[in-house]
Nanobody, 123 residues
């Protein structure tokens, strides 16, 4: 069973950048669509981005143009490059598998989601 570890979070000023990593326990990650979700205190979980097993990508409207998702199957890792960060991006970011990565990024409870990494953007 795939397990994921997220890393790369931290404290950054508004307008800054961070790159998150999502590293899987097995090379079979290459066969899965991988998604990023985030959750801020007191707010609902929110889809961020996903990348299909074939490399197609999808983004939430709130991050489109600022975030870039990519994958390196040789390293069992999916990256989320975040630029021009805003205080509203502050949240815990989670990665896991998704059944699809098309028009809508839909939460999947069976996605073996990791423990998350904290991103804090100061104004």
């Amino acid at each position: 069973q795939l397990q994921f570890v997220e890393s790369g979070g931290g404290l950054v000023q508004s307008g800054g950048s961070l790159r998150l990593s999502c590293t899987a326990s097995q090379s079979t990650m290459r066969d899965y669509n991988i998604g990023w979700f985030r959750q801020a205190p007191g707010k609902e979980r929110e889809a961020v981005s996903c990348i299909s097993s074939g490399g197609s990508t999808n983004y939430a409207r709130s991050v489109k143009g600022r975030f870039t998702i990519s994958r390196d199957n040789a390293k069992n890792t999916v990256y989320l490059q975040m630029s021009n960060l805003e205080p509203d991006d502050t949240a815990v970011y989670y990665c896991g598998t998704l059944p699809g990565c098309a028009a809508a990024i839909v939460w999947y409870g069976g996605g073996n989601w990791g423990q998350g990494t904290q991103v804090t953007v100061s104004s």
